[in-house]
């Protein structure tokens, strides 16, 4: 492939057809009409040698190589608007108050490093943290939101951007002084003992329940908490089981003396993104926060 054979409208048109998955979509989107759009998609499988999408009986899948495309495509695009904008943007000027939205795991995942590298290269800005919940960014107006750091659990506006930032696996968490502790973890012993979740809002941890729902079982829940330290915390002291992503309990684990276990049923890795309403989708300082976010979670969830 060829530098040349390639111009920055080529590259959104790829941005716009992984995120709607159709043609027609993407295109008015772009504000093209649908035999543009066409004939970039047929430009874009010349330039990778690849058919990038094909037609399911769910409509069009991006191929493999298309999704290894999407986050680097999505950080090279951000990365040169923000090279071309006119408005100059200085972090070490700024004095803004930038409100992020976050659920308790992803504060304690990433907001430490993510408040590092923001105060060293804004000192007089703000960050203003708000308490993600399950029905938050349906309830919030636009003009509140800066950005949402989120799970694909959690629900937002259809007309919100997104930027996948990353994934984890999940695994069932339990104390070192667990009955299962030396066993293989099975369905039935899995859905034999009481479960903690941590709860956004009263809402279930929806991607399991999913799963389980499927295999005809339920699981029972014997306590539910707003925090993950606390579930960590109450795992430690009893039998109960908890399921979750695995960055932040890894990280405490010595700590509370828990184990992990891998899960008894096959479940997709959970995705998490960046979000944001089209309001500030140009702000030349949004812009500089969301690069910043995407880059530091990418990072973490590469490294751990």
Same mark, same amino acid.
């Given at each position: 492939?060829?530098?040349?054979?390639?111009?920055?409208?080529?590259?959104?048109?790829?941005?716009?057809?992984?995120?709607?998955?159709?043609?027609?979509?993407?295109?008015?989107?772009?504000?093209?009409?649908?035999?543009?759009?066409?004939?970039?998609?047929?430009?874009?499988?010349?330039?990778?040698?690849?058919?990038?999408?094909?037609?399911?009986?769910?409509?069009?899948?991006?191929?493999?190589?298309?999704?290894?495309?999407?986050?680097?495509?999505?950080?090279?695009?951000?990365?040169?608007?923000?090279?071309?904008?006119?408005?100059?943007?200085?972090?070490?000027?700024?004095?803004?108050?930038?409100?992020?939205?976050?659920?308790?795991?992803?504060?304690?995942?990433?907001?430490?490093?993510?408040?590092?590298?923001?105060?060293?290269?804004?000192?007089?800005?703000?960050?203003?943290?708000?308490?993600?919940?399950?029905?938050?960014?349906?309830?919030?107006?636009?003009?509140?939101?800066?950005?949402?750091?989120?799970?694909?659990? %959690? $629900?937002? +506006?259809? @007309?919100?951007?997104? !930027?996948? =930032?990353?994934?984890?696996?999940?695994?069932? #968490?339990? /104390?070192?002084?667990?009955?299962?502790?030396?066993?293989?973890?099975?369905?039935?012993?899995?859905?034999?003992?009481?479960?903690?979740?941590?709860?956004?809002?009263?809402?279930?941890?929806?991607?399991?329940?999913?799963?389980?729902?499927?295999?005809?079982?339920?699981?029972?829940?014997? %306590? $539910?908490? +707003?925090? @993950?330290?606390?579930? !960590?915390? =109450?795992?430690?002291?009893?039998?109960?089981? #908890?399921? /979750?992503?695995?960055?932040?309990?890894?990280?405490?684990?010595?700590?509370?003396?828990?184990?992990?276990?891998?899960?008894?049923?096959?479940?997709?890795?959970?995705?998490?993104?960046?979000?944001?309403?089209?309001?500030?989708?140009?702000?030349?300082?949004?812009?500089?926060?969301?690069?910043?976010?995407?880059?530091?979670?990418?990072?973490? !969830?590469?490294?751990?």
């Amino acid at each position: 492939m060829s530098l040349s054979q390639v111009d920055f409208k080529l590259l959104q048109s790829l941005l716009s057809l992984l995120k709607y998955k159709n043609v027609s979509l993407a295109a008015d989107h772009m504000n093209m009409t649908q035999p543009a759009m066409s004939r970039s998609l047929a430009k874009l499988r010349d330039i990778f040698n690849d058919p990038l999408f094909v037609r399911t009986s769910q409509g069009m899948e991006p191929t493999h190589k298309a999704l290894t495309l999407t986050q680097p495509l999505e950080s090279a695009l951000n990365q040169l608007t923000l090279l071309l904008t006119n408005e100059s943007f200085s972090p070490a000027l700024c004095q803004r108050n930038f409100r992020l939205h976050m659920s308790s795991y992803i504060t304690q995942a990433h907001l430490p490093d993510i408040a590092e590298a923001f105060y060293k290269a804004a000192p007089n800005a703000q960050l203003e943290i708000v308490n993600l919940k399950e029905k938050s960014l349906l309830n919030e107006s636009a003009q509140n939101v800066d950005i949402a750091i989120c799970s694909q659990a %959690m $629900r937002i +506006p259809e @007309y919100f951007h997104q !930027l996948l =930032v990353g994934h984890e696996s999940m695994e069932c #968490f339990m /104390s070192q002084s667990h009955p299962l502790n030396n066993k293989d973890l099975t369905l039935d012993n899995y859905l034999s003992f009481s479960h903690i979740l941590v709860s956004l809002g009263g809402g279930p941890n929806i991607p399991i329940e999913n799963k389980l729902s499927k295999l005809g079982r339920v699981r029972k829940v014997g %306590m $539910r908490v +707003p925090h @993950y330290l606390g579930a !960590l915390e =109450v795992i430690s002291k009893t039998q109960m089981l #908890f399921t /979750s992503s695995t960055f932040v309990p890894k990280r405490f684990r010595k700590q509370f003396k828990i184990i992990s276990k891998p899960l008894p049923f096959s479940q997709e890795p959970l995705n998490y993104a960046l979000v944001w309403p089209p309001t500030v989708h140009k702000d030349p300082a949004q812009l500089w926060l969301r690069t910043l976010c995407a880059d530091i979670i990418k990072n973490n !969830l590469t490294g751990y």
